[in-house]
Each structure stands twice: as C-alpha cells, then as structure tokens.
C-alpha cells in the first residue's frame, strides 16, 4: 500500500495556477470519499491536518514520543473509520475528535501505570517540563513558558484551551466533540485563563 | 504580567467575552481591567501558536501508510466478506424492486420475519430490521422499530454481539446472557432502536476471552479487538431517523 500523491499535486496545481493558498482539503477530501477513494482523502488530511493536530496531542500529553505514536494512531483510525463518517462535523473536527480520545485514553492509561507502581493514592500528573528559578529569565522564553503553563493545566481544562484557542474552533464543536455543554466549556476556558497567567508569573515571565 | 488590584476582570468578564456578552462601561473606565483585558488578549493570541516550534516525526505519514498495511495484511479473514455486504444489500435491493413476494420469505425457514426488511450480512452475521406495526419501509429504519441479529458463530469458542450507536455509545452487548439467546448453534439478539443515530452491529469471535469494552467507543474498541486477535464480522450501518 502506498501513499496517494495525486492528492498533493492537486494542491500544488492549485496554488501555482493562483499564486496563493486556495486549496480546499475539506471539500477534496470529501469528494476523494465520494469517489471510494479513501487514500487520496487520508492523504489530503495528513497534508493539510497533520501537523496541527501533532501540536494539539503534544500539548495533551506532553510527551514527544508519544504524540508522535498517537498521531500516527489518529490518522490510521482515520482511515479505518471513513464508512462511519457521518459528516454532521468537518473532517478536521473529526480528527482532532478522534485524536483528543486517543490522548485523553493514553493519559488515563500512563496514569493508571503509575499508580500500579506507587502507594500514594492521590497522584498528580507528571509534571509538564520542571523549570528551576534560575532558569525563568534566561533559558525560558515567554513562548516556552506558555507552553509549559498549558501543559500544567488539569487534563479537562488543557484540552478546552487548545481546542478553543490553538484549534480556533467555535464551542458548539467543541461541546459536540466533548459531549458536554458549551457554557460549562466557556466558564472552564475562562476559569483556566487566570490559572495560566498566574503560572507564568509564577515563572517569572511578565509582559 | 503584573496582576491588577481589580478583579473584576477575571472574576467576571472574561466568562462574558467567552460568551461573546457585552461588557458594562465599569471595564472601559477602569485602569485594571483596561491593563488586564490588554493582558489576556495578549495571552489568548499567543495561545493560537503554542506548541509551533513541535514538529512531528519527518517519516510520520510513512509510518501510517505501513501500519495501515499492517493491520491490512493481519485481517485476512475480513477479506473477501468485506465484498458480501454491498453484494448483499444489492440483492436485498432487488428483490425489493423485481420480487416484493419474497421479503415475506426467508432463505432460512426458522427464521422467518414477516413485514420486516432483512439485509443480508457477511457471513455469521445476519440482520433484519422489523418496522413498527408492520409498516413497510425499503431502506433505513426509525425510532421504536426492532433490530434482530442472528450469529452463526462456528466454532468460536467465544462470541458476542454488539451494536455501537454513533460510534460512540454501546447498546448492546451480550454472549450468553440476556438480551441474547443461543440455540442450536445460532447466537441471537433484539432491540428496539431507541433513539435515532447510525447503530453499528458487530459480531466477535475468538477462542479465548473477549476484551471488555473500553467505554471509550467503538474505534478504540476496534483497538484492543484487533491487539487480541479477535475477529471481527461488522454488520450494516443502519440509520435510524
């Protein structure tokens, strides 16, 4: 089985014929399924999606290694799910559906290991990236800090931020996706803001 | 970032902004919450970029293509049935158009489901689906309508049905327990459709334990189905309106 390249070249022929980005992977993609072409659609996603939903799972799970394993896992279960793609959501919110499961069951799963080894019964999450005081004004970067502030947040919290703000989706998908309501999603998004803004002061990074 | 003596900002608006709620004239005259609203924005903008400068595996969509082979290569037994649903729904189909006389019969006397429509499944499996009060329906199915399953299960030593609502809620599941039935070789089962969706049936076979279901959904029950070895015989997709 090997990669479809046709559906690449179609972008490429399309933003030459123009002289700018006028691709549409939705809509190619949807017309590759149409047309029983479920390779030529996975490999318009992964041209067009990939690279933003490895930064969402890597910011879940905060593990290079791992995101790139459950990235990976997205895109397979992608291709394997196609005949159960309803289309009531874009394929793009269908993927990071996909992939926000994947993280959420891995972290459980991680979780669970550890607690198999250790006697402490409340257990925090590994800790996102440990950053020394001497360390906050030199080798962090406000970047850098946000990041690792985000990865501090609870499990919940981090993947609403991402998908609201890194994903830009509206919370009618993000409830859709998250199987809760769209305003307990805007008071955690707004309650996690602070937490994140205190996290950075704490690591010295002021504006 | 400096944290401003007024928390009203925090406290209140930005749940507001979230809503996309107006703000009251307190949060255009007040210095803190005008320092604090710069600050957020600031903070909410940066956000759209955090986690860029990650780049994923160079081979990563090679490394898909060749687990999709894999997984490919490892079901040989989904092969060739994987052709007999849509040849079978096609023959449903014509005997719907050519021979309405027949949907009254069935290929299996014992089985026999009057005024239901019965599509035919891959081998093991077989569906029909009983409108209620017998109202005729060519394609699809609705609320309150029955979904009988009927297993042939061979020489599994074990076997279970499941229907998956949405890919995401288990509706059914059962071996030998209610709501299934095993008689003379054949595994059987029948809900009423509950609510409207794409219910997936499926029917599992293997010669040791099944895996639970994970309560995750059907795909990343797929997961732990395939790492067992079990197989793994879906049934249609039914829509229910």
Not at chain 2, 23 to 50: G, I, P
Not at chain 2, 74 to 93: H, I, K, M, N, T
């Amino acid at each position: 089985m090997v990669p479809n390249s046709d559906a690449v070249s179609a972008k490429e022929d399309a933003d030459s014929a123009t002289g700018q980005a006028t691709w549409d992977p939705e809509q190619e993609a949807l017309e590759a399924l149409d047309r029983n072409d479920p390779k030529a659609a996975l490999s318009i996603l992964m041209e067009a999606y990939g690279q933003g939903v490895y930064r969402f799972i890597r910011q879940i799970v905060r593990d290079e290694s791992m995101a790139e394993d459950l990235q990976q896992l997205t895109f397979v279960q992608a291709f394997e799910g196609f005949t159960r793609f309803n289309r009531r959501s874009s394929l793009r919110t269908w993927l990071l559906s996909i992939a926000r499961h994947r993280s959420l069951d891995s972290l459980k799963s991680a979780r669970r290991r550890r607690k198999r080894f250790l006697e402490s019964e409340e257990l925090p999450e590994a800790p996102a990236q440990e950053v020394r005081a001497d360390d906050r004004l030199e080798e962090q970067s406000w970047a850098q800090a946000l990041e690792s502030c985000v990865q501090r947040l609870a499990p919940e919290a981090r993947t609403a931020v991402l998908l609201r703000f890194q994903q830009s989706l509206p919370y009618s998908q993000i409830a859709r996706m998250c199987g809760e309501e769209a305003g307990t999603l805007r008071v955690r998004v707004s309650r996690a803001l602070p937490k994140l803004r205190q996290c950075l002061e704490g690591l010295g990074m002021t504006r | 970032m400096s944290r401003s003596n007024c928390e009203r900002f925090e406290q209140e608006a930005l749940v507001l902004l979230e809503e996309s709620q107006s703000l009251d004239s307190h949060f255009e005259e007040c210095t803190d919450c005008q320092e604090a609203m710069a600050m957020y924005r600031e903070l909410t903008n940066a956000l759209v970029d955090v986690g860029s400068s990650h780049e994923p595996h160079p081979q990563w969509q090679a490394r898909v293509w060749a687990e999709i082979a894999r997984r490919h290569e490892s079901q040989p037994r989904l092969g060739w049935r994987v052709w007999l649903v849509p040849l079978g729904v096609a023959a449903a189909l014509l005997m719907v158009l050519v021979l309405p006389g027949l949907l009254q019969q069935s290929t299996d006397p014992g089985t026999q489901i009057a005024g239901g429509v019965e599509t035919a499944q891959a081998p093991g499996l077989r569906v029909a689906i009983e409108p209620v009060g017998s109202v005729y329906r060519s394609v699809g199915a609705a609320i309150g309508d029955r979904l009988r399953l009927e297993a042939t299960t061979g020489d599994a030593r074990h076997a279970e049905l499941r229907v998956y609502r949405d890919a995401d809620e288990l509706v059914l599941r059962c071996s030998t327990e209610a709501p299934c039935q095993q008689a003379d070789g054949k595994l059987t089962a029948e809900i009423d459709f509950p609510e409207p969706g794409t219910y997936q049936t499926v029917l599992l076979l293997a010669s040791s334990p099944l895996p639970a279901p994970s309560g995750a959904g059907f795909e990343v029950d797929l997961d732990r189905l395939y790492e067992g070895e079990v197989e793994v015989l879906p049934g249609d997709q039914i829509r229910v309106e």
